[in-house]
């Protein structure tokens, strides 16, 4: 039994659950690093999900589907950013609101579009993202087994390896923590408060769309309702257990990756209703939070509208 579970296979999907997760919460990091808390990574990513599904079914090019699903994840980035950077709504709400949001608008838009309000139209298998080969499947079975995955795979890493340096050495990222640490001083010093803020919100758009994309026209082939099945606030968790760090949140997003990954490969070898398997991920999420979320501390203007005296 713990042979078909543990086995290296499981790192493949590892890689593969938690690709998806690394999207969003490397793109929340830059949304709270500035300032604005981003419960929206859920709506984000689902509106990727659906965006790049159906740009993919009318133009049978998922790439075109790819650029789409980060227009989309933009978009609703920018709602977000309206409401709470420009009339300082709250931060939590506003998020709150585009999550259920998005919980109804794919189906509205499925049902007029393809007549079914729980998925769009399966696509065929030269219209998914293709795996990138990078071993011989026949005189490397297990590392083209782990290492031969979808484009996006790879790009998650670089994300994570371009963020760490976009924040800590460029002007860019520099200013971005000033103005999630202190508004006021960043202000002052001649910084663009909302610019900034806005910058980390669309960043954080487009790259959760990513995420949702990747679970679309990546992992599966088709969009079905409410697909990211919490992903985007497993996302918010990683983040905060990472301590807002792109690396931290990175491994954090692998750590719910291979709980998943487990979850998965459990059902139907133990003898336990799959319901309580299915349920890992989300207790393992919600056992973290409870013992770490005094401990991390976030940016200490996080969640504060910033008023310009």
């Given at each position: 039994?713990?042979r ?26 830059f ?10 990574l ?14 993919t ?10 650029l ?23 931060q ?37 993202l293709?795996?990138l ?8 079975p ?29 002007r ?42 990747y679970?679309?026209i990546g ?26 760090d ?10 719910f990756?291979?709980?998943?990954a ?29 013992g ?18």
């Open positions: 039994m713990f078909d579970i543990f086995n290296y296979t499981l790192i493949a999907s590892t890689i593969r659950l938690a690709t998806p997760l690394i999207l969003a919460s490397t793109g929340g990091l949304s709270e690093r500035s300032g604005v808390i981003n419960i929206a859920e709506g984000m990513m689902l509106a990727g999900a659906f965006t790049a599904a159906v740009v079914v009318f133009t049978a090019n998922p790439w075109i589907g790819l789409a699903a980060v227009v989309a994840g933009v978009l609703v980035a920018g709602i977000h950013g309206i409401a709470t950077i420009n009339f300082r709504a709250d939590v709400v506003s998020g709150t609101a585009i999550n259920i949001l998005f919980l109804g608008v794919p189906a509205l838009l499925s049902g007029a579009l393809f007549a079914s309000t729980g998925a769009t139209p399966q696509l065929p298998r030269d219209q998914v293709p795996d080969l990078i071993f011989d499947a026949q005189s490397s297990m590392l083209a087994s782990i290492f031969n995955q979808k484009p996006l795979v790879y790009f998650a890493v670089l994300v994570v390896a371009l963020s760490v340096y976009i924040l800590k050495r460029t860019f990222g520099l200013r971005l923590r000033a103005v999630g640490e202190n508004p006021e001083a960043a202000d002052t010093a001649g910084v663009s408060v909302r610019g900034m803020r806005y910058s980390g919100v669309l960043i954080s758009g487009a790259l959760a769309a990513l995420g949702g994309a679970l679309s992992q599966n082939s088709l969009f079905t309702r409410n697909m990211t099945a919490g992903r985007g606030f497993i996302a918010l968790a990683a983040l905060i257990f990472g301590k807002w792109p690396i931290g949140a990175m491994l954090a997003c692998i750590l990756g291979f709980a998943e487990i979850s998965i490969r459990m059902q139907g070898t133990v003898d336990i209703p799959n319901q309580f398997i299915q349920m890992i991920p989300y207790i393992l999420t919600m056992v973290f939070l409870a770490l979320i005094r401990r991390a501390t976030p940016p200490k203007s996080l969640g504060i509208p910033y008023v310009k005296e």
